[in-house]
Structure formats: C-alpha cells, structure tokens
C-alpha cells in the first residue's frame, strides 16, 4: 500500500495561482491529480508517468503543469489562471505500476474565490 501525503491547496482569488505538492512513500509508475467538484463525480486534473509522459484533462490544459522528480517520489501541480469553477477537493492519485491499485491522498480543498 504506497502511502501518500498532499500539501498545498487554500483559498485564492480567480485569477491565481496556487501549488500543490503530494509525497509518495514509495516508488511509483504513474502519479498524478485527480479532483472532485461539488455535485460531480471525481475526474482526473492531470497525471505523470516515470518516464515523463503527461496527460491533461482538457479544462486544465494550459492553465496548469503537471511535474514530478522521480528520485524524491513527489508530484507537483502548479495552478493557474484559477476559476470559480476549479473550486474542490484534489486528491492525489498513485499507481505503482501499470495495471495496480489506484492509491488515494486523503485529498486538499481549493477554494476559488469571485
């Protein structure tokens, strides 16, 4: 079981920048953000293979970026041009190989304030 933990998130107006920053207890194949939006079902922000392939969920594409240093087990997400509707919880996301469980964070709330 890889053990996660996320730092980052808060509150920020629209139009900001913020970072989030998530620690693997392990090393993994593939991390990445996912996030969950009040009344919606959980969708993927941007994940990260270990040999740098990235994938962006299409309203995150050049707004935010995705990076990650292998050697430390960490995933960045750097966020920006922040909008109302990026408001919710981000949960980290870990798979330690291609076809393993999907690990979870416990998940960071952000607040995108009007």
């Known amino acids: 079981q890889v053990q996660l933990v996320e730092s980052g998130g808060g509150l920020v107006q629209a139009g900001g920048s913020l970072r989030l920053s998530c620690q693997a207890s392990g090393m993994i194949f593939k991390m990445g953000w996912y996030r969950q939006r009040p009344g919606r079902q959980r969708e993927m922000v941007a994940t990260i293979t270990s040999g740098g392939t990235m994938d962006y969920a299409d309203l995150t594409k050049g707004r935010f970026t995705i990076s990650r240093h292998n050697a430390k087990n960490t995933v960045d997400l750097e966020m920006g041009s922040l909008e109302v509707e990026d408001t919710a919880f981000y949960y980290c996301?870990?798979?330690?190989?291609?076809?393993?469980?999907?690990?979870w964070g416990q998940g960071t709330q952000v607040t995108v304030l009007s």
């Open positions: 996301y870990a798979r330690a190989w291609s076809n393993a469980p999907i690990n």
